[in-house]
């Protein structure tokens, strides 16, 4: 019998609980159990196993523990406690025993204890062999793209964005990850809060609506369109309504005024009010994905009152430039916006 548990034979760790290791050998042993919890705390349950074969002894039928090794290996390959689904090590159970006393055990003894492990590890391989649940992933790099989750939530996903979920919803929290922008429709469901991890950045919900700016080199924006959104990060936490919004700081979250004009690539409509030339020329190149400039910094506080609804891009910009007396040029894939200033 020749197996291997997480680096060390079980042939060893049978000769050092039966005192019959050499003194390298238990050096090798204590230098084993030294290297991790985990180890000890198999030792200890090789240990009960040891003990209560002690009560098998009375019969003095033999054991082909070779046979019984190679006929599992051939099944089950090599299973160590490394590989136990985290559920099962996050918490071992700690086992409080006494050195056993130095003696010799009879062979069937040892024998017993060698075919109990075996049926632990048996027991792994087939804990190991259940389905986990697998993760699915969306992304998108020049378009946008709409998912539908299998808990009924609606996702629409900005260019260069990507989103992760598991492909059943079990549990106490529906929770997804985002890298990007996304707008999210949450299914409510009361008992099940969802939860979006986005750079570290925690959002939950039960059901309502809002978009998510999560790109790597910007702070984290979240916009409230419906409902109540709790967004949070280390011991700070805010909690926004229909009309709020938050960027998430290194060190603090700031209450903004929702801007619903950032989830224009969505929805394709722009309002804007007494609003900066510079802040809508920011609206329409990140929601129409184009290159619109301004061609110097003094139209820049020009101010623009009017309202967009799934206009083409070229009719959106010939409308801004005629209402504040403009001229529109493009050159290559770049719109310029060019003019004398505004009155």
């Not at 996304?182 to 299914?187: I, L, Q, S």
């Not at 570290?200 to 609506?209: C, K, N, P, Y």
């Amino acid at each position: 019998m020749n197996s291997s548990h997480a680096n060390i034979s079980e042939e060893l760790l049978a000769r050092y609980l039966a005192d019959t290791a050499t003194e390298a050998e238990r050096n090798e042993v204590d230098a084993w159990l030294a290297e991790s919890d985990v180890h000890v705390h198999e030792l200890a349950a090789y240990r009960l196993i040891w003990d209560h074969a002690g009560s098998l002894h009375k019969t003095q039928k033999a054991v082909d523990t070779d046979a019984a090794w190679n006929k599992m290996k051939s099944k089950m390959g090599k299973v160590s406690v490394e590989n136990i689904p985290p559920q099962q090590t996050q918490q071992p159970i700690e086992v409080d025993f006494k050195p056993a006393s130095r003696r010799r055990l009879p062979v069937t003894m040892w024998a017993a204890a060698a075919v109990a492990v075996l049926v632990m590890a048996f027991a792994w391989f087939f804990l190991l062999s259940e389905k986990q649940p697998e993760t699915m992933r969306v992304a998108t790099t020049d378009n946008t793209t709409e998912k539908v989750l299998p808990d009924g939530t609606k996702v629409f996903l900005n260019y260069n964005s990507s989103l992760s979920y598991p492909e059943n919803f079990s549990g106490d929290l529906r929770t997804v990850s985002l890298q990007g922008e996304a707008f999210f429709d949450v299914k409510p469901d009361a008992s099940r809060p969802f939860v979006i991890d986005a750079n570290g950045t925690e959002i939950r919900v039960l059901g309502t609506s809002f978009n998510v700016k999560a790109y790597k080199e910007a702070p984290v924006r979240v916009d409230v369109a419906t409902g109540k959104v709790l967004v949070s990060k280390n011991a700070r936490k805010i909690e926004l309504v229909k009309g709020e919004g938050a960027e998430v700081l290194s060190d603090s979250i700031r209450s903004l005024q929702a801007n619903m004009n950032v989830m224009g690539y969505r929805t394709q409509v722009y309002d804007f009010n007494a609003a900066d030339l510079s802040d809508v020329v920011t609206s329409i190149r990140e929601g129409y994905h184009v290159d619109v400039r301004l061609s110097s910094d003094k139209i820049a506080q020009c101010r623009l009152t009017i309202r967009f609804e799934k206009e083409p891009l070229d009719a959106t910009l010939s409308v801004i430039a005629e209402t504040l007396d403009l001229s529109l040029r493009k050159e290559g894939k770049v719109y310029w916006l060019e003019g004398n200033g505004c009155q």
